[in-house]
């Protein structure tokens, strides 16, 4: 299994985004998949998640302005990151949910069984 982020950057505020987590060793129908960030000295949150049926979810701060998607034939994860906000900077890391209890929400990726990418930095200034 192996989970490879690509996209991340630098960007002033206003600019956009998107980020791809291209997957291996299973489909992207198969679990709940989602976008997870981590920003220094803070807690790391759930930001969106999609899963088997292409349902969405987002925490209220991205509401509007990201959308998770992903393509089935190429196998990958998206996130278009659109009006990015200094408070957007993070480390970026896609997550397919394992074992998923309930439904497929931010909170899932909090899971301790979960795939995980290596991460991509995304900086707003």
């Known amino acids: 299994v192996q989970l490879v982020e690509s996209g991340g950057g630098s960007v002033q505020a206003g600019r956009s985004l998107r980020l791809s987590c291209k997957v291996s060793?299973?489909?992207?129908?198969?679990?709940?998949l989602g976008w997870f960030r981590q920003a220094p000295g803070q807690e790391g949150e759930g930001v969106a998640t999609?899963?088997?049926?292409?349902?969405?979810s987002y925490i209220d701060p991205v509401k509007d302005r990201f959308t998770i998607s992903k393509d089935n034939a190429k196998n990958t994860l998206y996130l278009q990151m659109n009006n990015l906000k200094l408070e957007d900077t993070a480390m970026f890391y896609c997550?397919?949910?394992?074992?998923?209890?309930?439904?497929?929400?931010?909170?899932?990726?909090?899971?301790?069984?979960?795939?995980w990418g290596q991460g991509t930095q995304v900086t707003v200034s």
């Open positions: 060793g299973f489909t992207v129908t198969s679990y709940c």
């Open positions: 997550a397919a949910v394992v074992d998923l209890l309930g439904d497929c929400v931010p909170d899932s990726l909090k899971a301790d069984n979960n795939y």
């Open positions: 999609i899963d088997s049926d292409d349902a969405t």
